[in-house]
C-alpha cells in the first residue's frame, strides 16, 4: 500500500525498518501499522516508539493462543495522539515454557495487562512485579483462556447440578415458541439438548 496520505505511516515503518530487524511491516490501511518482531526486540522497539517516535499511549495489549502453532501472539497497541495512528507491535513465542519481558517500566499500566495474561494464559513476564493471583482466587487448573481449557468439563467437575431447574427452558427455545421464529443452525450447537 503506497498512497501520499500515508505519509506519516510510511515515514514510521522507514524508520523501524533502518534500526530494527522486523520479521514482518505492513500498512494494513490508513491510520494502521503492524510490525512482527522477535521476543527480544519487544522492548528496543516500544522504547523507541515511545520516546523517538510520538507513541506516547499505550492503548492496549492481548494474547492470542495459536495452539496449532504451539505458541502464543502477544500483541502491542501504541497510539500516537497527534497523529491518529494505532501502531501494533506482534511477537509470538512457545505456549510450553514461554516467557516475554516485563514492560511496566516503559508504561505503568501494562502491569495489568501483564499480570492478566499470566493468570488467564500462562504466560511469564520476566521481571514482573505483582501476587501471581490477580483475578481468579484458589486457582489450580490450566490456564482458562488457553484453548486446550474445556470449559464445559470444568464446569461439569467443578459446580454442582440445583434441584428444581429440571423444567427450565433454554432462552432460545423460549424465543422461538413465542416468536414462531425459526432457530438458526448456529444457534442450534448451543441448545440444551
Same mark, same amino acid.
Given at each position: $500500500?503506497?498512497d501520499?496520505?500515508? *505519509?506519516?505511516?510510511?515515514?514510521?515503518?522507514?524508520?523501524?525498518?533502518?534500526k530494527?530487524?522486523?520479521?514482518?511491516?505492513?500498512?494494513?490501511?490508513?491510520?494502521?501499522? +503492524?510490525?512482527?518482531? +522477535?521476543?527480544?526486540?519487544?522492548?528496543?522497539?516500544?522504547?523507541?516508539?515511545?520516546?523517538?517516535s510520538? @507513541?506516547?499511549? #499505550?492503548?492496549? $495489549?492481548?494474547?492470542?493462543?495459536?495452539? +496449532?502453532?504451539? =505458541? %502464543?501472539?502477544?500483541?502491542?497497541?501504541?497510539? *500516537?495522539?497527534?497523529?491518529?495512528?494505532?501502531? #501494533?507491535?506482534?511477537?509470538?513465542?512457545?505456549?510450553?515454557?514461554?516467557?516475554?519481558?516485563?514492560?511496566?517500566?516503559?508504561?505503568?499500566?501494562?502491569?495489568? @495487562?501483564?499480570?492478566?495474561?499470566?493468570? $488467564?494464559?500462562?504466560?511469564? #513476564?520476566?521481571?514482573?512485579?505483582?501476587?501471581?493471583? %490477580?483475578?481468579?482466587?484458589?486457582?489450580?487448573?490450566?490456564?482458562? $483462556?488457553?484453548? &486446550? #481449557? &474445556?470449559? !464445559?468439563?470444568f464446569?461439569?467437575?467443578?459446580? %454442582?447440578?440445583?434441584?428444581?431447574?429440571?423444567d !427450565?427452558?433454554?432462552?432460545?427455545?423460549?424465543?422461538?415458541?413465542?416468536?414462531? =421464529?425459526?432457530?438458526? &443452525? %448456529?444457534?442450534?450447537?448451543?441448545?440444551?439438548?
Amino acid at each position: $500500500m503506497s498512497d501520499s496520505n500515508l *505519509h506519516n505511516e510510511e515515514k514510521l515503518l522507514n524508520l523501524l525498518r533502518k534500526k530494527f530487524l522486523l520479521k514482518e511491516s505492513s500498512i494494513k490501511r490508513a491510520k494502521r501499522v +503492524e510490525v512482527k518482531v +522477535e521476543p527480544k526486540e519487544i522492548i528496543p522497539v516500544l522504547l523507541y516508539a515511545k520516546e523517538n517516535s510520538g @507513541y506516547i499511549h #499505550f492503548a492496549h $495489549m492481548s494474547c492470542v493462543d495459536w495452539i +496449532e502453532d504451539g =505458541e %502464543f501472539e502477544v500483541v502491542y497497541i501504541l497510539w *500516537h495522539p497527534e497523529e491518529k495512528i494505532n501502531f #501494533f507491535v506482534k511477537t509470538r513465542v512457545p505456549r510450553d515454557n514461554g516467557s516475554l519481558p516485563n514492560i511496566d517500566f516503559i508504561w505503568r499500566q501494562a502491569n495489568t @495487562y501483564e499480570r492478566e495474561i499470566r493468570e $488467564m494464559f500462562g504466560l511469564e #513476564f520476566e521481571g514482573l512485579v505483582g501476587r501471581k493471583e %490477580f483475578i481468579l482466587e484458589d486457582w489450580e487448573h490450566l490456564p482458562p $483462556m488457553r484453548r &486446550d #481449557f &474445556d470449559t !464445559a468439563e470444568f464446569v461439569k467437575e467443578t459446580y %454442582f447440578h440445583r434441584p428444581g431447574r429440571e423444567d !427450565a427452558k433454554d432462552v432460545r427455545e423460549h424465543v422461538q415458541e413465542r416468536t414462531d =421464529e425459526e432457530l438458526p &443452525d %448456529f444457534a442450534k450447537k448451543y441448545s440444551r439438548d
